[in-house]
């Protein structure tokens, strides 16, 4: 094979040291390493085929996903029914833009607006966008709607969150690895402890348009807020007129062992964000549900995305939603994730402090004195079993919930002798 050329023909730079033909894991390590930005530090496996829980690396070798793609593969890898469906599409339409309407998005939003048991439903792509939207609508309700004087709006958000990585997201991130010369960053955000409703209350004002929250925080280190808390919340968004944000990207659509996590408390929010499982791992869907009260204030020209709503992901997230109709992963999700939690604590396990889990979402974090918990995710990944860490000593656990108990119990063998 032919080093890439430049696009004038002289050669890159950069030929020198790429492997001409690479094919070991140690190539494609290498050609990574050196042509893409440095913004990950993979674990060194090079993936090359998936099929449900089971990855293939270039070698051969196979992995268990305990991952999932931070729940984006929550149907498995390569799932035949959505696979079918897009293919199907893919070859009829999958993309005339918003200029025009489509057989495929105006179903695909009412059958999310109902799934969400909401009105209204803005498409978009990534998870990013999705919050960048529901931002834009809290701020825009709260000037047209609430009468929040103009530039004055403030939105809520909690330390530990994660919702993306725009400019703007990241204003609202308590992280200063996200943040750290990304400056100037976007003003009207303001900060509160995740979990203390008393600390909620008192940072509201009369400028409060909207209180942005993840029910679990999943980047966070699958933080678990205490009973009641999202009631409370609610209560507080309620009693104020505040837009309640629940930002289901990673706990929504049956990860945690309901459809949305918010339902373990019984709480309706007035805008859902969705994205990652819903293109089920086929494409990048997102989109923001919500009331018509709010969603209203989208005028034409006032929001938009050239890939957002089109035909081939929306043909694809309506499967998702008829999977979730037909199928009830959530409970599957439920009664798999208490069997993993239940293999994790039957016996203790010296090098574990804690192990947090609601569903197929669970945290495991590794006592202080054993090290980062990335050194652990580096064992297990040799035994076969990938996942990674998230916050220094946090393991999250999310497989796809098309895992089997004899694979949680293959996985659970390995994480004992790492863990023991
Ligand atoms: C992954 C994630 C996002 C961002 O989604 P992207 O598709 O990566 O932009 C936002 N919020 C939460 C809770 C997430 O887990």
Not at 64 to 73: C, E, F, H, K
């Amino acid at each position: 094979m032919r080093h890439p050329k430049n696009i004038d023909g002289t050669a890159n730079a950069s030929d020198e040291k790429a492997p001409t033909s690479p094919s070991t894991s140690a190539d494609h390590i290498r050609i990574t390493e050196q042509f893409s930005a440095h913004n990950y530090s993979p674990l060194g496996v090079v993936i090359s085929k998936g099929q449900g829980v089971w990855l293939t690396d270039v070698e051969g070798k196979r992995y268990l996903d305990m991952l999932s793609a931070y729940s984006a593969v929550t149907w498995g890898h390569c799932p035949a029914r959505f696979i079918k469906v897009a293919t199907e599409q893919m070859s009829r339409l999958t993309l005339c833009s918003r200029g025009f309407y489509s057989d495929q998005t105006g179903l695909f939003c009412k059958e999310l607006a109902e799934l969400c048991k909401m009105e209204v439903v803005l498409p978009m792509n990534t998870g990013a966008e999705a919050v960048e939207t529901a931002l834009k609508a809290a701020r825009k309700w709260a000037y047209e709607v609430k009468g929040v004087p103009d530039n004055k709006a403030e939105i809520i958000v909690f330390s530990g969150n994660f919702h993306g990585r725009t400019t703007t997201i990241i204003s609202a991130s308590s992280s200063s690895a996200s943040k750290n010369h990304f400056g100037p960053l976007t003003p009207g955000f303001i900060m509160v402890p995740y979990g203390d409703s008393a600390a909620l209350a008192a940072a509201v004002t009369p400028h409060t348009a909207g209180i942005l929250i993840e029910p679990i925080q999943g980047e966070g280190g699958v933080i678990i807020p205490p009973e009641g808390y999202l009631r409370a919340v609610r209560k507080i968004c309620t009693d104020n007129r505040v837009l309640f944000l629940a930002d289901e990207i990673q706990t929504g659509l049956c990860r945690t062992g309901k459809v949305f996590a918010c339902e373990h408390e019984g709480v309706q929010p007035d805008l859902y964000i969705l994205g990652k499982a819903l293109g089920a791992s086929l494409l990048p869907i997102s989109a923001v549900i919500g009331s018509k009260e709010v969603m209203q204030v989208f005028t034409p020209g006032t929001h938009g995305s050239t890939f957002g709503g089109n035909p081939l992901a929306c043909a694809v997230a309506r499967e998702v939603i008829k999977y979730i109709r037909e199928e009830s992963p959530e409970n599957r999700a439920k009664e798999l994730g208490a069997y993993l939690v239940e293999g994790l604590t039957a016996k203790p396990l010296s090098k574990v402090a804690e192990i947090r889990g609601r569903g197929l979402f669970v945290g495991l974090d590794v006592r202080k004195e054993f090290g980062k918990a990335k050194h652990f995710c580096h064992e297990l990944k040799d035994l076969g079993v990938l996942c990674k860490d998230t916050r220094d000593s946090t393991i999250r656990f999310a497989p796809p919930v098309v895992i089997e108990k004899s694979e949680i119990d293959w996985a659970l063998e390995r994480i004992r002798k790492v863990l023991e």
